[in-house]
């Protein structure tokens, strides 16, 4: 069971994650451009963080919500 308020820090971690994540991939993909190694490094970072937030909206799925 988790409290109302660990599931709305779980949802700002989500949203946290997926937005800088998309951001950072979206840098990457412009970085790629001037430095192939750098930019790719951060596409697939920026690939995982959304991924990472992707998963923590399946675990927020699987949470129960605490009625007190």
Same mark, same amino acid.
């Given at each position: 069971?988790?409290?109302?308020? =660990?599931?709305? $820090?779980?949802?700002?971690?989500?949203? #946290? *994650?997926?937005?800088?994540?998309?951001? =950072?991939?979206?840098?990457?993909? !412009? !970085? $790629?451009?001037?430095? =192939?190694?750098?930019?790719?490094?951060? *596409?697939? #970072?920026? #690939?995982? !963080? #959304?991924?990472?937030?992707? !998963?923590?909206?399946?675990? $927020?799925?699987? *949470?129960?919500?605490?009625?007190?």
């Amino acid at each position: 069971m988790a409290s109302a308020q =660990t599931i709305e $820090r779980l949802h700002k971690l989500i949203w #946290a *994650l997926i937005y800088s994540g998309l951001l =950072t991939g979206l840098v990457g993909l !412009v !970085v $790629r451009k001037e430095n =192939t190694v750098l930019g790719w490094a951060m *596409l697939v #970072a920026g #690939a995982g !963080v #959304a991924a990472a937030g992707a !998963v923590l909206i399946w675990v $927020r799925s699987r *949470l129960d919500v605490d009625k007190h």
